[in-house]
């Protein structure tokens, strides 16, 4: 079916109009997907930006087009080397009024616009969208991409979903938000999907994201899901979203959640517990009952702790447990407000939750047997629904509750800290709750509002007779009803999940009821999936969690460190794993290019993350306690540096401790970082510091542009490590590099250790074909350049060799003699040096590695390596018996001493 009524262009005729000379290749609808392909340029003035325009009697949709290189096109007109011409776009759509679709060019003077096709109306299509149907995947030259979920709720909008490319790496991904007059973007990091990497055999399982945004626009716009393939620039519609604020232009950013200090001062120091109880409050409790002996007298123990008058329905579902009954009916007997209710056949969890319903009249509470209640849980609980007729369902935190389990989000815990509930509890009450709104409600312990069950009617025992999932069923009814479900966030009830089910029953009655939820309510395990990626109280775990550990401890390590990974990153994991081991709080501070300052505290089997507006916010857990040492692993991401430095010596004087500094590179010596000079090569630390100056003021890769010459930098490391304790290198070529630059200090080497790593102990070899084996991350530093050129030259030359990376591959260029494998974990190494029969393993490293993980790994397998004489790599192949040095830095040298020994 084609839904064109007319198309304007005429193809493969180019025009020329007002000096813009442009041409439609073709422009192709297939059933609701529309193809455009063409290129345009001017040689009089900048064409400033390419659109297509989706135009309707009521609204716009503005699609941006990026224009690539066409040589064909550029060799034709005689147009300058690499001026880009070509377009190409590819939307899906569905059209509920006839659409005029434009291609549309920015001038100095304005914006003109070509007429290209007009969309007829489709039959039963309600709505206009161009977009790439949810949960459909895509593929476009090379590159699949798919949308899981996009999802927005007021000013913040979720999306979910996959991108790769079998051809070509995919650098990085954005999210555009594009109006007819501005435009913002928000970068999105690619994370773990085994899910795809699985089902489409990728040896790269980073290609999924996950984000939720903030964005404000006075005008509708769309959004685009961009991604970068080395220089090249796509961009994939997703979306549209309208006018959210009066103020002129577009603004989107990552959710940033509160600083820890912001947090506190919202929702803890400015809270007073103010408990209203109305007068006529009367509360129906129901415990179904089914063995559980062991948990009754605390359970009911724990019930009776408020003041808040209550009916207590206990029903005894047949319990074999020949404990329980005569228990039951002693505690009924002694209290007044108590009805025991006894099923002379075991109905099931349901049923007998509805038998007490039918005989209450109030909001009601459901309890299971295997809980423990703290003070004052029922006035707590119930507050929401006492002071809104719309909340259906309150949960309160648990230790085992799915979407109200803490510490960790969604799982079954073990108590925190091996405290009682008591105790946990009073942290969580002294959180101001925001009673935030979920998908369902949790039915260990879930308040019912008696105005909701009289309207939609009580659980389903018929579909959901044995239990589980039955109280999602009645939230989503709710729902449906215009009512919600709430979280209190003051309240937490320890919870033995399970405890009255048998796991292999449990495993039965949660597939079987799932199945049935899904089918109920279609958007329901969606709306699901978007509040566990929203989490919105993240923050409130976070907080008992921080405070929770900062009471229990008496003193901390503190940490200054970035979060890129790498091997200072490796390093610094297993140095806090030992400290944790023995029994050490370390405080971890981090400069993250997202979110800004992030404070880590380790505890334990435990961590709790906060964002901190200013480094002196973390004293505020600091305080009070001893600060055991201060260790400096890196401080390449932190900005003003000066006043880092300063911040660390002001924790040296308050709390009477130790500074080490651990020079994973060379950043206090040069902020390059590496030593590589403006032309991209080792520098060799000239003795002249004019030379250095000249570089300094030259070189485009320094990761600190506050001072204006190497000299001035140098003089606040100077006087910093003259404060420091202790200051570690990992060689003695580092070391002598310090020594250059700062001769006044004492350094300690103290190299890495690698004793994760078994020796290969044979590579069975199927052909002569030499593989030369890299490891690691492929970028410059590295000798991503060296590695490439010398794939182009076993090219050349007819040579009966390959390159094998293992690790991601950071440059943009590849070869059929160059093979990437993809990330991969360490105790992967000696199987992969088999599968890939690597006869030689090569360092490529253009600057001195302070030590080189990669490079200890190889010797501890016995392989043969090879490295230029640079740095600690070199330091240690000297002493090996495979060990091979490459006498020049070039990837010629390289590859003939490779051949040669391999």
Same mark, same amino acid.
């Given at each position: 079916?084609?839904?064109?009524?007319?198309?304007?262009?005429?193809?493969?005729?180019?025009?020329?109009?007002?000096?813009?000379?442009?041409?439609?290749?073709?422009?192709?609808?297939?059933?609701?997907?529309?193809?455009?392909?063409?290129?345009?340029?001017?040689?009089?003035?900048?064409?400033?930006?390419?659109?297509?325009?989706?135009?309707?009697?009521?609204?716009?949709?503005?699609?941006?087009?990026?224009?690539?290189?066409?040589?064909?096109?550029?060799?034709?007109?005689?147009?300058?080397?690499?001026?880009?011409?070509?377009?190409?776009?590819?939307?899906?759509?569905?059209?509920?009024?006839?659409?005029?679709?434009?291609?549309?060019?920015?001038?100095?003077?304005?914006?003109?616009?070509?007429?290209?096709?007009?969309?007829?109306?489709?039959?039963?299509?309600?709505?206009?969208?161009?977009?790439?149907?949810?949960?459909?995947?895509?593929?476009?030259?090379?590159?699949?991409?798919?949308?899981?979920?996009?999802?927005?709720?007021?000013?913040?909008?979720?999306?979910?979903?996959?991108?790769?490319?079998?051809?070509?790496?995919?650098?990085?991904?954005?999210?555009?938000?594009?109006?007819?007059?501005?435009?913002?973007?928000?970068?999105?990091?690619?994370?773990?999907?085994?899910?795809?990497?699985?089902?489409?055999?990728?040896?790269?399982?980073?290609?999924?994201?996950?984000?939720?945004?903030?964005?404000?626009?006075?005008?509708?716009?769309?959004?685009?899901?961009?991604?970068?393939?080395?220089?090249?620039?796509?961009?994939?519609?997703?979306?549209?979203?309208?006018?959210?604020?009066?103020?002129?232009?577009?603004?989107?950013?990552?959710?940033?959640?509160?600083?820890?200090?912001?947090?506190?001062?919202?929702?803890?120091?400015?809270?007073?517990?103010?408990?209203?109880?109305?007068?006529?409050?009367?509360?129906?409790?129901?415990?179904?009952?089914?063995?559980?002996?062991?948990?009754?007298?605390?359970?009911?123990?724990?019930?009776?702790?408020?003041?808040?008058?209550?009916?207590?329905?206990?029903?005894?579902?047949?319990?074999?447990?020949?404990?329980?009954?005569?228990?039951?009916?002693?505690?009924?007997?002694?209290?007044?407000?108590?009805?025991?209710?006894?099923?002379?056949?075991?109905?099931?969890?349901?049923?007998?939750?509805?038998?007490?319903?039918?005989?209450?009249?109030?909001?009601?509470?459901?309890?299971?047997?295997?809980?423990?209640?703290?003070?004052?849980?029922?006035?707590?609980?119930?507050?929401?629904?006492?002071?809104?007729?719309?909340?259906?369902?309150?949960?309160?935190?648990?230790?085992?509750?799915?979407?109200?389990?803490?510490?960790?989000?969604?799982?079954?815990?073990?108590?925190?800290?091996?405290?009682?509930?008591?105790?946990?509890?009073?942290?969580?009450?002294?959180?101001?709750?925001?009673?935030?709104?979920?998908?369902?409600?949790?039915?260990?312990?879930?308040?019912?509002?008696?105005?909701?069950?009289?309207?939609?009617?009580?659980?389903?025992?018929?579909?959901?007779?044995?239990?589980?999932?039955?109280?999602?069923?009645?939230?989503?009814?709710?729902?449906?009803?215009?009512?919600?479900?709430?979280?209190?966030?003051?309240?937490?009830?320890?919870?033995?999940?399970?405890?009255?089910?048998?796991?292999?029953?449990?495993?039965?009655?949660?597939?079987?009821?799932?199945?049935?939820?899904?089918?109920?309510?279609?958007?329901?395990?969606?709306?699901?999936?978007?509040?566990?990626?929203?989490?919105?109280?993240?923050?409130?775990?976070?907080?008992?969690?921080?405070?929770?550990?900062?009471?229990?401890?008496?003193?901390?390590?503190?940490?200054?460190?970035?979060?890129?990974?790498?091997?200072?990153?490796?390093?610094?994991?297993?140095?806090?794993?030992?400290?944790?081991?023995?029994?050490?709080?370390?405080?971890?501070?981090?400069?993250?290019?997202?979110?800004?300052?992030?404070?880590?505290?380790?505890?334990?089997?435990?961590?709790?993350?906060?964002?901190?507006?200013?480094?002196?916010?973390?004293?505020?857990?600091?305080?009070?306690?001893?600060?055991?040492?201060?260790?400096?692993?890196?401080?390449?991401?932190?900005?003003?540096?000066?006043?880092?430095?300063?911040?660390?010596?002001?924790?040296?004087?308050?709390?009477?401790?130790?500074?080490?500094?651990?020079?994973?590179?060379?950043?206090?010596?040069?902020?390059?970082?590496?030593?590589?000079?403006?032309?991209?090569?080792?520098?060799?630390?000239?003795?002249?510091?004019?030379?250095?100056?000249?570089?300094?003021?030259?070189?485009?890769?320094?990761?600190?542009?506050?001072?204006?010459?190497?000299?001035?930098?140098?003089?606040?490391?100077?006087?910093?490590?003259?404060?420091?304790?202790?200051?570690?290198?990992?060689?003695?070529?580092?070391?002598?590099?310090?020594?250059?630059?700062?001769?006044?200090?004492?350094?300690?080497?103290?190299?890495?250790?690698? @004793?994760?790593?078994? $020796?290969? &102990?044979?590579?069975? *070899?199927?052909?002569?074909? %030499?593989? =030369?084996?890299? /490891?690691?991350?492929?970028?410059?530093?590295?000798?991503?350049?060296?590695?490439?050129?010398?794939?182009?030259?076993?090219?050349?030359?007819?040579?009966?060799?390959?390159?094998?990376?293992?690790?991601?591959?950071?440059?943009?260029?590849?070869?059929?003699?160059?093979?990437?494998?993809?990330?991969?974990?360490?105790?992967?190494?000696?199987?992969?040096?088999?599968?890939?029969?690597?006869?030689?393993?090569?360092?490529?490293?253009?600057?001195?590695?302070?030590?080189?993980?990669?490079?200890?790994?190889?010797?501890?397998?016995?392989?043969?390596?090879?490295?230029? @004489?640079?740095?600690? $790599?070199? &330091?240690?192949?000297? *002493?090996?018996?495979?060990? %091979?040095? =490459?006498?020049? /830095?070039?990837?010629?040298?390289?590859?003939?001493?490779?051949?040669?020994?391999?």
């Amino acid at each position: 079916m084609s839904f064109w009524t007319n198309i304007k262009s005429k193809f493969n005729t180019t025009e020329k109009q007002d000096a813009v000379t442009y041409h439609i290749d073709s422009l192709v609808n297939d059933d609701g997907k529309m193809s455009v392909k063409g290129w345009i340029f001017s040689t009089q003035m900048d064409l400033k930006q390419i659109q297509i325009i989706l135009s309707q009697p009521q609204r716009e949709q503005v699609i941006e087009v990026p224009l690539t290189f066409r040589k064909d096109i550029v060799d034709v007109f005689s147009l300058s080397v690499g001026t880009k011409t070509a377009f190409e776009f590819t939307l899906a759509y569905e059209s509920a009024d006839t659409t005029d679709v434009f291609l549309q060019y920015a001038k100095e003077a304005g914006k003109e616009r070509k007429l290209l096709c007009t969309l007829s109306k489709q039959e039963q299509c309600k709505e206009t969208w161009f977009y790439p149907r949810v949960g459909q995947s895509y593929e476009e030259d090379g590159v699949e991409y798919n949308v899981d979920t996009i999802s927005q709720v007021g000013n913040r909008l979720y999306i979910r979903g996959w991108i790769f490319s079998h051809k070509q790496s995919i650098d990085k991904v954005r999210l555009v938000v594009n109006s007819l007059h501005y435009e913002d973007s928000v970068g999105l990091k690619l994370v773990q999907r085994t899910d795809v990497a699985n089902s489409h055999n990728l040896s790269d399982p980073y290609c999924g994201f996950s984000q939720e945004v903030e964005f404000s626009t006075n005008e509708y716009a769309c959004v685009f899901l961009e991604y970068t393939q080395g220089e090249q620039k796509n961009r994939v519609f997703i979306t549209d979203v309208n006018a959210n604020t009066k103020e002129a232009g577009i603004c989107i950013q990552k959710r940033k959640d509160y600083s820890y200090n912001k947090f506190v001062e919202k929702f803890v120091e400015t809270y007073t517990e103010n408990i209203c109880i109305p007068q006529d409050a009367f509360v129906d409790l129901i415990v179904p009952v089914y063995n559980g002996y062991e948990f009754l007298e605390k359970m009911f123990a724990g019930i009776e702790k408020t003041a808040v008058p209550y009916k207590l329905y206990v029903v005894n579902d047949c319990s074999p447990d020949e404990r329980v009954l005569p228990y039951l009916s002693e505690y009924a007997k002694s209290r007044e407000n108590v009805v025991l209710l006894e099923n002379e056949e075991n109905l099931g969890f349901v049923q007998s939750v509805n038998r007490a319903l039918a005989q209450t009249s109030h909001h009601v509470v459901l309890v299971n047997t295997d809980v423990m209640l703290p003070d004052q849980w029922l006035e707590r609980l119930m507050l929401p629904i006492w002071n809104s007729d719309e909340v259906a369902s309150t949960t309160p935190f648990t230790n085992s509750g799915t979407i109200c389990s803490f510490p960790n989000f969604c799982e079954n815990n073990h108590i925190f800290m091996d405290k009682s509930e008591s105790e946990i509890d009073r942290y969580f009450r002294m959180v101001q709750p925001h009673y935030v709104e979920m998908p369902t409600g949790v039915g260990f312990c879930m308040g019912m509002n008696r105005k909701v069950i009289d309207e939609i009617g009580n659980l389903d025992a018929d579909t959901f007779y044995k239990g589980y999932g039955e109280e999602n069923d009645w939230c989503q009814r709710a729902i449906r009803a215009g009512y919600h479900n709430v979280q209190v966030e003051n309240l937490f009830v320890w919870h033995k999940h399970g405890g009255s089910f048998l796991s292999e029953d449990k495993k039965r009655y949660i597939e079987r009821n799932s199945a049935i939820l899904e089918k109920r309510y279609p958007t329901y395990k969606k709306d699901v999936d978007i509040y566990c990626a929203m989490d919105p109280n993240c923050q409130v775990r976070e907080y008992v969690k921080m405070r929770m550990i900062q009471d229990n401890v008496e003193q901390f390590i503190v940490v200054l460190d970035h979060d890129w990974g790498g091997g200072a990153g490796k390093y610094m994991e297993n140095r806090i794993q030992s400290m944790l081991d023995h029994n050490t709080a370390v405080m971890r501070i981090v400069d993250n290019a997202d979110v800004g300052l992030q404070m880590v505290v380790y505890y334990d089997e435990y961590e709790a993350t906060f964002r901190v507006d200013q480094l002196e916010d973390t004293c505020s857990i600091l305080t009070g306690h001893q600060v055991q040492q201060v260790m400096i692993n890196e401080l390449v991401a932190y900005e003003h540096i000066a006043q880092v430095q300063q911040f660390i010596i002001g924790l040296k004087k308050n709390f009477k401790t130790e500074i080490t500094m651990l020079c994973h590179d060379f950043y206090p010596v040069c902020p390059s970082i590496y030593l590589l000079n403006d032309q991209q090569k080792h520098c060799f630390l000239p003795a002249n510091l004019e030379e250095c100056e000249k570089c300094y003021h030259n070189n485009t890769n320094k990761m600190n542009l506050e001072y204006d010459s190497i000299a001035s930098w140098r003089s606040i490391w100077a006087e910093f490590l003259s404060q420091c304790d202790h200051v570690i290198t990992f060689s003695e070529n580092t070391k002598s590099y310090y020594e250059q630059c700062y001769p006044d200090i004492h350094y300690e080497v103290v190299p890495h250790q690698v @004793d994760y790593i078994e $020796p290969v &102990e044979k590579i069975d *070899k199927t052909s002569d074909l %030499i593989t =030369i084996g890299y /490891i690691g991350n492929m970028m410059p530093s590295k000798g991503s350049e060296i590695l490439i050129r010398m794939a182009e030259l076993i090219e050349e030359q007819g040579l009966n060799a390959r390159i094998v990376v293992i690790g991601p591959n950071l440059s943009t260029s590849a070869n059929e003699h160059l093979l990437i494998h993809g990330k991969y974990s360490r105790d992967e190494l000696p199987e992969l040096m088999k599968e890939y029969q690597v006869d030689i393993v090569f360092i490529a490293s253009i600057w001195p590695e302070t030590f080189s993980y990669t490079t200890e790994e190889a010797i501890k397998m016995g392989m043969k390596v090879a490295a230029f @004489d640079l740095g600690a $790599p070199a &330091e240690r192949l000297k *002493k090996y018996d495979k060990g %091979i040095i =490459i006498p020049e /830095i070039s990837a010629e040298a390289a590859l003939d001493t490779l051949l040669n020994n391999a």
